[in-house]
């Protein structure tokens, strides 16, 4: 079977100060025998291994993609050739299948520094079927309502207002979304995007993370930009609050999504429970679209068809290039799809 790599978090994030970086402590991986996490030096970086599975062959190809990806930020940055670009720190994160690896190179560290441990269901996606699960007309693997405007243009915008935890009775965590994204065309190829939100209640923590898909031949999913890339891991936007979306079909390149509201702390880790505006802005590179031919709000229960649960969400003020649209009902499978003037709201249960 074809191995699945996502980057997450900061896959190519260079920064001057990064808040609150991840520690070993503070991963969420264990070692699959329960024992000790195995401490060795693999090419040159500190290696932290809590499934002691980890080969030198996976280390490098880690390093190799992690010190690729810092490089190309840094001269992004115009500093490749200022002492400013050793000062600054790099992380970056590498799903594979179950196995997370976390890298880490810090003008506070002698050594680079590698933590391998197991991914948890919302890290790695679980099933990477469900986020793909409501891309067709009948909603396959799961439940949901759709609403679509049809159209080229070059962003859609709404205010989305989150289900609150009592509007998701059933949902399993990891398969209720909320989202828009397009149709389109990049070339001679077609384009599908899911661009929103995945609730979660990992860590303890009830709250809507983050989720770019982009499907263009192959599944690709969205890296978090630095500075923008605190809405994740133990962090995610306020359950029953109002969220901006924006869905970019082509930002230099890049499909990008942009989200704005309330997060229940203040940085990724949690370090500070208290409610904060945030941005997160996400991007799967090089997609190209050159055009659209409908944009798509969803809400949505995926897993399976004889999935159980409800699932809520509004989107208002809809419009297109900062033009309002009217949406059209498309689907309704175990769900109700309202459309007034801009605004559509939707209800799923089963």
Same mark, same amino acid.
């Given at each position: 079977?074809?191995?699945?790599?996502?980057?997450?978090a900061?896959?190519?994030?260079v920064?001057?100060?990064?808040?609150?970086?991840?520690?070993a402590?503070?991963?969420?991986?264990r070692?699959?025998?329960?024992?000790?996490?195995?401490?060795?030096?693999?090419?040159?970086?500190?290696?932290?291994?809590f499934?002691?599975?980890?080969?030198?062959?996976?280390?490098?190809?880690?390093?190799a993609k992690?010190?690729?990806?810092?490089?190309?930020?840094v001269?992004?940055?115009?500093?490749?050739?200022?002492a400013?670009?050793?000062?600054?720190?790099?992380?970056?994160?590498?799903i594979?299948?179950?196995?997370?690896y976390?890298?880490?190179?810090?003008?506070?560290?002698?050594?680079?520094?590698?933590?391998?441990?197991?991914?948890?269901?919302?890290?790695?996606g679980?099933?990477?079927?469900?986020r793909?699960?409501?891309?067709?007309? %009948?909603?396959?693997?799961?439940?949901?309502?759709?609403?679509?405007?049809n159209?080229?243009?070059s962003?859609?915008?709404?205010?989305?207002?989150?289900?609150?935890?009592?509007?998701?009775?059933?949902?399993?965590?990891?398969?209720?979304?909320?989202?828009?994204?397009?149709?389109?065309?990049?070339?001679?190829?077609?384009?599908?995007?899911?661009?929103?939100?995945?609730?979660?209640?990992?860590?303890n923590?009830?709250?809507?993370?983050?989720?770019?898909?982009?499907?263009?031949?192959?599944?690709?999913?969205?890296t978090?930009v630095s500075?923008?890339n605190?809405?994740?891991?133990k962090?995610?936007?306020k359950p029953?609050?109002?969220?901006?979306?924006?869905?970019?079909?082509?930002?230099?390149?890049?499909?990008?999504?942009?989200?704005s509201?309330y997060?229940?702390?203040?940085?990724?880790?949690?370090?500070?429970?208290?409610?904060?505006?945030?941005?997160?802005?996400a991007e799967?590179?090089?997609?190209?679209?050159?055009?659209?031919?409908?944009?798509?709000?969803?809400?949505t229960?995926a897993?399976?068809?004889?999935?159980?649960?409800?699932?809520?969400?509004?989107?208002?003020?809809?419009?297109?290039?900062?033009?309002?649209?009217?949406?059209?009902?498309?689907?309704?499978?175990?769900?109700?799809?309202?459309?007034?003037? %801009? %605004?559509?709201?939707? %209800?799923?249960?089963?």
């Amino acid at each position: 079977m074809k191995k699945r790599f996502v980057l997450l978090a900061v896959a190519a994030a260079v920064m001057a100060v990064f808040p609150t970086a991840i520690s070993a402590s503070d991963l969420p991986g264990r070692a699959k025998s329960g024992g000790e996490p195995a401490s060795i030096e693999m090419s040159g970086a500190e290696v932290t291994d809590f499934t002691r599975t980890a080969t030198a062959a996976k280390i490098d190809e880690v390093l190799a993609k992690a010190r690729q990806a810092g490089m190309e930020s840094v001269q992004a940055q115009g500093l490749q050739r200022s002492a400013a670009a050793s000062g600054h720190t790099v992380d970056y994160t590498l799903i594979d299948g179950d196995t997370a690896y976390f890298y880490e190179k810090s003008p506070t560290q002698a050594k680079e520094k590698v933590y391998v441990y197991e991914a948890t269901a919302s890290e790695a996606g679980g099933d990477a079927g469900r986020r793909i699960a409501a891309m067709a007309g %009948n909603l396959p693997d799961g439940i949901g309502g759709r609403a679509i405007v049809n159209g080229n243009g070059s962003y859609l915008n709404s205010t989305v207002r989150l289900a609150a935890s009592n509007q998701l009775t059933g949902a399993p965590s990891g398969a209720t979304y909320i989202y828009a994204g397009f149709s389109g065309t990049s070339g001679s190829q077609g384009v599908e995007t899911d661009m929103g939100l995945q609730y979660s209640n990992a860590y303890n923590n009830q709250k809507w993370l983050p989720v770019l898909s982009v499907f263009k031949g192959s599944k690709q999913f969205g890296t978090l930009v630095s500075p923008y890339n605190q809405v994740q891991y133990k962090n995610g936007y306020k359950p029953g609050t109002d969220v901006n979306l924006t869905a970019y079909r082509n930002s230099n390149g890049s499909v990008r999504l942009s989200l704005s509201g309330y997060a229940i702390c203040s940085d990724m880790s949690c370090s500070s429970q208290t409610d904060t505006y945030l941005t997160a802005v996400a991007e799967v590179a090089n997609i190209n679209v050159s055009s659209v031919s409908k944009w798509k709000m969803l809400a949505t229960l995926a897993g399976s068809e004889s999935v159980t649960g409800r699932n809520y969400a509004e989107f208002k003020n809809v419009n297109v290039d900062g033009a309002a649209r009217t949406p059209v009902k498309d689907v309704e499978d175990n769900a109700t799809v309202v459309v007034s003037g %801009n %605004n559509v709201t939707i %209800n799923v249960s089963r």
